[in-house]
């Protein structure tokens, strides 16, 4: 059973930065592309970044692009999210995600387990 544990969220002023973490143990975390997600209360769960399997690729949503980037450490089992220059449209839970594949990917059903999400607040 694989498990995503995600970690680095806080609150933050608007324009600084966070690095979020995701641990994954229990599977063979370097054959499959992961991703991040987040939710803002009331609003659907959206694609952030993805990343392939030997970090050759990645994927930015529109909105992030430019300001987060998206990286790996295999022999870590860890993903993370580096976020600059944060907005006060970044507040949200962040999910980790792990692809069923080694593609990056941003479509959501091509993800199989899910982190418990890790809070981030950036305030104006």
């Known amino acids: 059973q694989v498990q995503l544990v995600e970690s680095g969220g806080g609150l933050v002023q608007a324009g600084g930065s966070l690095r979020l973490s995701c641990l994954a143990s229990?599977?063979?975390?370097?054959?499959?592309?992961m991703g991040w997600f987040r939710q803002a209360p009331g609003k659907e769960r959206e694609f952030v970044s993805s990343?392939?399997?030997?970090?050759?690729?990645?994927y930015y949503a529109d909105s992030v692009k430019g300001r987060f980037t998206i990286s790996r450490d295999n022999a870590k089992n860890t993903v993370y999210l580096q976020m600059n220059s944060l907005k006060p449209e970044d507040t949200a839970v962040y999910f980790c995600?792990?692809?069923?594949?080694?593609?990056?990917?941003?479509?959501?059903?091509?993800?199989?387990?899910w982190g418990q999400g890790t809070q981030v607040t950036v305030s104006s």
């Open positions: 995600a792990k692809s069923k594949g080694s593609s990056r990917t941003y479509y959501r059903g091509a993800y199989d387990y």
């Open positions: 229990g599977g063979t975390f370097s054959r499959y592309a």
């Open positions: 990343i392939s399997w030997d970090s050759s690729s990645t």
